[in-house]
């Protein structure tokens, strides 16, 4: 990317070499590269903190022969603690959820952090499911998606309901009967 941002950049009239020219470019690149590539993005002013704080620790350790505490350097600094674990937690290695965790003594099987997180349901169904169903909530009208809304997302009854919209309980009951089997014939083709 430097070579050719340097090529991009390059004008005869400078008397200069284009290889002289790129060597900065590219130099540039290699090093925004290992700055900015890792899993996680961390943003160039925690690193530089990271940095205070590592030379600290040494400077620390040297001097006095213990460890500072997250205390003293936040006083040292005079940075609130939280920005200082932040920072010195940045540098942590990022675990995979494909990883091993642990083995489980009772089973001698191997629990992968993604199975500690999973939920154990069909969740891309059930996002998909939402969607649809919240497309078909959309698309009724105003009067039918307020039957809809009330009934089943604010677990109003069907008196409730009628109240709310001045109707009898009947034709909330005939309403919602209506709205729910055209839903089902649109889910069904």
Same mark, same amino acid.
């Given at each position: ?10 004008? =005869? ?10 060597? $900065? ?8 590269? &290992?700055?900015?590539?890792? $899993? ?5 002013? &925690?690193?530089?903190? %990271? ?5 600290? #620790? ?9 460890? &500072?505490? +997250?205390?003293?350097? /936040?006083?040292?600094?005079?940075? $609130? ?7 010195? *937690? ?10 091993? /965790? ?9 629990? %992968?952090?993604?199975?500690? +997180? ?14 649809? +169903?919240?497309?078909?909530? *959309? ?7 307020? =039957? ?5 997302? #604010? ?7 009628? #109240? ?26």
């Amino acid at each position: 990317m430097g070579f050719i941002k340097a090529i991009k950049r390059f004008d =005869v009239s400078f008397e200069v070499r284009l290889s002289t020219y790129a060597v $900065p470019y590219i130099l540039g690149e290699i090093k925004r590269f &290992i700055r900015d590539d890792g $899993p996680i993005k961390i943003s160039r002013g &925690i690193k530089e903190l %990271n940095i205070k704080i590592l030379e600290l #620790k040494k400077e620390y350790l040297n001097r006095t022969g213990e460890e &500072i505490t +997250i205390k003293q350097i /936040s006083e040292t600094l005079k940075i $609130p603690k939280e920005e200082i674990i932040m920072a010195m *937690e940045s540098t942590n290695p990022v675990d995979s959820i494909e990883e091993a /965790s642990y083995t489980d003594n009772k089973t001698n099987k191997t629990i %992968n952090i993604i199975d500690r +997180i999973s939920t154990g349901k069909d969740e891309q169904t059930l996002i998909s499911n939402k969607l649809t +169903i919240k497309k078909l909530i *959309e698309d009724l009208q105003e009067k039918d998606r307020e =039957v809809i809304l009330l009934r089943f997302y #604010k677990n109003k009854t069907q008196m409730q309901v009628s #109240k709310i919209l001045g109707i009898s309980q009947v034709q909330v009951s005939r309403t919602e009967r209506k709205i729910l089997n055209n839903m089902k014939k649109a889910l069904s083709s």
